[in-house]
């Protein structure tokens, strides 16, 4: 399919040959022949140039919105929405959406679980291209309520989303919506699909700027260090922790470490990405994990008696990566009574 660069070139050369013009034709003719429209970047809408432009340089939550609002208005639809689909392992996003929509309409979806249900959130993981809502399918009764009660709120019921993967590989997708009928809504959207796919680049890289901070993939753990993370994961609350003994450090110590080297504000943050990067799940064994000689614990080793919670908590760290397509789960973890 030809850009709207090259067909409107197209349509020129005929007019001008219809109308006699022959030579500007073949002078139109040449120019086409010569352009690399791989490498042409031209908006159909000028206002979304700026707006790309503008989003280069754009520092803070609320000047992205106005610049997606900004958006919006431009192209003619009611609401565009940027969420977070998938990220890396070492992205750590401290906010996972972006929104024009009305802030009743953003409590009532979360309030009543309707991200649960929502196709275009759950058709988001999946798609390789964009996708108009009017596509996926709708027939059980609790999703067509939520599509009735969005409709209510001003929210479609005509859509378009759009999956981008970033730079670094994170997949954000980006939505718009309009209350105009399909028919209209699909030929504003295919007038305007470069367009958007022009400025989605910019909006997701300057969202993956604002809201996440890229991590290391790959650290360099002390044994204290690895059996606190351990320690987190299994449930053990900061007080057995701060009174346990290790081999280098008191744990105040050792926890800002910790911190410093996941760039987390908490613990428990970096606990969650050391599941997350396999950490925890594939962790080389420590002097910590031998007994030598005696069948009690070492002095250096925090005692966590299994329970459900904490049994609850250490599958689903170590499941979180596993949830995105791993072939099998994890063999249960074996209790010795003792958490290394």
């Not at 964009?130 to 709120?153: C, I, M, N, Q, R």
């Not at 744990?251 to 613990?267: D, H, K, N, P, Q």
């Not at 614990?297 to 049994?311: C, E, G, K, L, W």
Request: hydrophobic fraction near 40%.
């Amino acid at each position: 399919m030809i850009g709207w660069v090259e067909a409107s070139l197209y349509e020129a050369i005929n007019c001008l040959t219809r109308l006699g013009k022959n030579d500007l034709a073949s002078d139109l003719g040449r120019l086409l022949d010569t352009l690399d429209f791989d490498e042409l970047e031209v908006f159909r809408n000028p206002v979304s140039e700026v707006v790309a432009d503008e989003m280069l340089e754009v520092s803070t939550f609320p000047d992205l919105v106005d610049l997606l609002r900004q958006f919006a208005e431009a192209i003619g639809v009611a609401h565009c929405t940027l969420h977070v689909v998938s990220e890396l392992p070492s992205t750590a996003f401290t906010t996972r959406a972006l929104t024009t929509y009305p802030e009743e309409w953003v409590k009532r979806y979360f309030n009543r679980r309707y991200h649960s249900i929502d196709p275009v959130h759950r058709t988001s993981a999946t798609a390789d291209c964009g996708f108009f809502w009017d596509t996926l399918e709708v027939s059980d009764p609790s999703t067509l309520a939520f599509y009735h009660d969005a409709k209510a709120h001003g929210v479609g019921p005509s859509g378009y989303t759009l999956p981008i993967i970033t730079e670094r590989g994170d997949k954000i997708a980006i939505s718009v919506s309009s209350p105009e009928d399909r028919a209209a809504f699909r030929d504003r959207i295919q007038h305007i699909e470069q367009d958007l796919l022009a400025v989605g680049f910019s909006i997701t890289e300057a969202f993956s700027r604002l809201a996440s901070e890229d991590r290391p993939t790959e650290f360099s753990l002390t044994d204290d260090q690895m059996a606190i993370l351990r320690a987190v994961a299994m449930g053990t609350c900061a007080e057995e922790l701060a009174e346990a003994t290790y081999l280098y450090g008191s744990y105040s110590t050792l926890e800002r470490s910790i911190c410093t080297m996941f760039r987390t504000l908490t613990i428990t943050q970096a606990a969650i990405i050391a599941a997350r990067v396999g950490l925890l799940t594939n962790a080389p064994l420590t002097k910590a994990d031998i007994l030598v000689g005696t069948s009690q614990p070492s002095p250096n080793r925090v005692i966590a008696t299994p329970n459900a919670t904490s049994m609850r908590r250490l599958i689903k760290l170590r499941n979180v990566a596993l949830g995105e397509g791993a072939a099998s789960a994890p063999a249960a973890p074996q209790w010795s009574g003792v958490l290394s």
